[in-house]
């Protein structure tokens, strides 16, 4: 007969005690306003809560127990989860909150399909519940990278399909390779050596990044007083030593050269390929850079425990996504 482990894993000291909506309900305050509750329009501290009890509809639908805050200085009413990622859901906040430390502790990220069969939901929902949790990965604040920065850019997807013979005997090489790589997307990304990761799908699917492009992205994102840029020889990268240090490994007869080298940011590269191909399958390219920025969110905060980690999640929860599921559907920007 198997004994209970005598160390409790982070994810059940996290839920225990937290299995009520009550209690979930009251940690998200918590963290939100850790001082007292703040109206959420203008700020006033003057604020109180109201209780409605839980009840029963006639068509016999449960209405669980709301509290809703009235600020007294702009007479408005609110409820905690207004301007957060949570707001408008039916989900309960126990799945929400077990389902973000799920996103933060595995390292490859899960699916929406997985969360769809531990927790009940319908794939939609399952998958637009995803979609928000990554929207509040976003950096809300991001600094200028200093120091080493290491940049690259990767191709996403483009992966023939059928049988190479029937490829062979239809199309020539080059019609081939075009093919593949009108299909493939451009993500381009700046690590801080030993500290930060900066990534960004740049295209759609079959456009392609220019010099400018790059460049710019560059300026805007490194301190160029304080920095010193290592890339390949691609020539997105030629004139940049006019702006900043610029060390060139080319990747023809060289991969590292003393301190030149982009091996971390192709490492960066090798774990986000390996979670989408293993775990996503699929992604399409309006959505793509939603996943690119959950990789780096787990990257960047990879010194800290993943108790530590779901909680710098919660504190950047701010900002509601209403985009949607569907034919239509459109990427965030």
């Known amino acids: 007969m198997h004994a209970e482990p005598i160390t409790k894993g982070d994810l059940v000291k996290l839920t225990k005690g937290l299995m009520t909506e009550a209690e979930a309900r009251e940690k998200l305050e918590h963290i939100r306003w850790p001082e007292g509750v703040r109206c959420v329009f203008c700020n006033s501290d003057q604020v109180g809560r109201t209780v409605s009890k839980a009840s029963v509809r006639k068509d016999g639908r449960s209405i669980p127990e709301r509290h809703l805050f009235n600020c007294r200085t702009c007479k408005k009413q609110f409820s905690v989860t207004k301007g957060l990622i949570f707001e408008d859901s039916k989900i309960p906040l126990t799945t929400w909150i077990n389902v973000m430390y799920r996103m933060c502790s595995s390292k490859r990220g899960i699916s929406a399909y997985q969360i769809m069969r531990e927790y009940g939901l319908k794939y939609e929902a399952a998958w637009f519940m995803l979609h928000r949790i ?59 050596r030993g500290g930060r990761v900066r990534a960004q799908a740049l295209t759609q699917k079959g456009e392609r990044i220019t010099k400018r492009d790059v460049q710019a992205t560059l300026a805007a994102n490194i301190d160029t007083k304080n920095a010193k840029l290592m890339t390949d020889e691609y020539s997105y990268y030629v004139g940049m030593d006019a702006r900043l240090p610029h060390g060139v490994i080319r990747h023809k007869s060289e991969y590292v050269r003393g301190a030149v080298h982009t091996q971390g940011i192709e490492s960066f590269w090798s774990i986000l390929k390996r979670g989408l191909i293993g775990t996503y399958y699929h992604v399409d390219a309006a959505y793509l850079g939603q996943y690119v920025q959950e990789f780096a969110f787990r990257h960047n905060t990879r010194h800290i425990s993943d108790a530590e980690r779901f909680t710098t999640l919660m504190s950047q929860v701010s900002g509601r996504v209403d985009w949607y599921l569907g034919r239509n559907a459109k990427g965030v920007s």
């Open 134 to 192: 990554r929207w509040g990965m976003n950096d809300k604040s991001p600094t200028p990278l200093m120091g080493v920065v290491e940049a690259d850019e990767t191709y996403v997807g483009g992966k023939p399909r059928g049988h190479i013979e029937e490829r062979r005997a239809t199309m020539t090489q080059s019609e081939r390779i075009k093919v593949a790589s009108d299909k493939k997307v451009q993500v381009f990304g700046m690590l801080e």
